[in-house]
Nanobody, 124 residues
Framework: QVQLVESGGGLVQAGGSLRLSCAASGHTTSTYAMGWFRQAPGKERDFVAA????????YYADSVKGRFTISRANAKNTVYLQMNSLKPEDTAVYYC?????????????????WGQGTQVTVSS
């Protein structure tokens, strides 16, 4: 089993930055693809970014491309999401997820393990 714990969320003004972290325990995730998703109130959980186990491949939703960066530190069993130029529409609960797939999935249903989420609120 893999346990994932997100941190780093908070309240920030539009244009500001936050860095989310996702720490894994219970089993090394160094060979897992990792993803970030977000869910705003009343909406479905949407893909944000994903990274392959090696970090060599990354994928982003169009809405965050150029503003968000996903990275990982396998020695620390941790994945990060650097979020810059934040907008009010980025407000959501952000979740990290892990999957054994070689190519990082971009759909909710493909991921085996999920964290509890961290709230990100961007004020205008």
């Amino acid at each position: 089993q893999v346990q994932l714990v997100e941190s780093g969320g908070g309240l920030v003004q539009a244009g500001g930055s936050l860095r989310l972290s996702c720490a894994a325990s219970g089993h090394t995730t160094s060979t897992y693809a990792m993803g970030w998703f977000r869910q705003a109130p009343g909406k479905e959980r949407d893909f944000v970014a994903a990274i392959s186990w090696s970090g060599g491949s990354t994928y982003y939703a169009d809405s965050v491309k150029g503003r968000f960066t996903i990275s990982r530190a396998n020695a620390k069993n941790t994945v990060y999401l650097q979020m810059n130029s934040l907008k009010p529409e980025d407000t959501a609960v952000y979740y990290c997820a892990a999957d054994r797939a070689l190519n990082p999935p971009r759909v909710v249903s493909a991921y085996d393990y999920w964290g509890q989420g961290t709230q990100v609120t961007v004020s205008s």
